[in-house]
């Protein structure tokens, strides 16, 4: 079993930072990527970044330049730097990843989600 626990959301005003982390734990035989996502309520879940075991990094236009995704190998955790923080980032933001098991095939995992909200 592979758990994801996600933290550090929460209310912060508008220009605002906030940091979350997501610790991966379990039965984990290769990461791929690690990655947020997010949701927006009557919204679909998108993608916020990403985080390939090359250390490639992807961001969703909406984000550029503010958000910065980085992970501690070591701990296999995820980050997710948010700074200059807008009402429009108010989601629940998930992580996700991405591995492959010892037979070669593709798994994927998500945490529960942790509430991020920009007051303006």
């Known amino acids: 079993q592979v758990q994801l626990v996600e933290s550090g959301g929460g209310l912060v005003q508008a220009g605002g930072p906030l940091r979350l982390s997501c610790a991966a734990s379990g039965s984990i035989f290769a990461i791929n990527a690690m990655a947020w996502y997010r949701q927006a309520p009557g919204k679909p879940r998108e993608m916020v970044a990403t985080l390939t075991s090359t250390g490639s990094t992807n961001y969703a236009d909406s984000v550029k330049g503010r958000f910065t995704i980085s992970r501690d190998n070591a701990k296999n955790t995820v980050y997710l730097q948010m700074n200059s923080l807008k009402p429009e980032d108010t989601a629940v933001y998930y992580c996700?990843?991405?591995?492959?098991?010892?037979?070669?095939?593709?798994?994927?995992?998500w945490g529960q989600g942790t509430q991020v909200t920009v007051s303006s």
């Open positions: 996700n990843l991405a591995t492959t098991t010892e037979w070669g095939t593709s798994r994927y995992y």
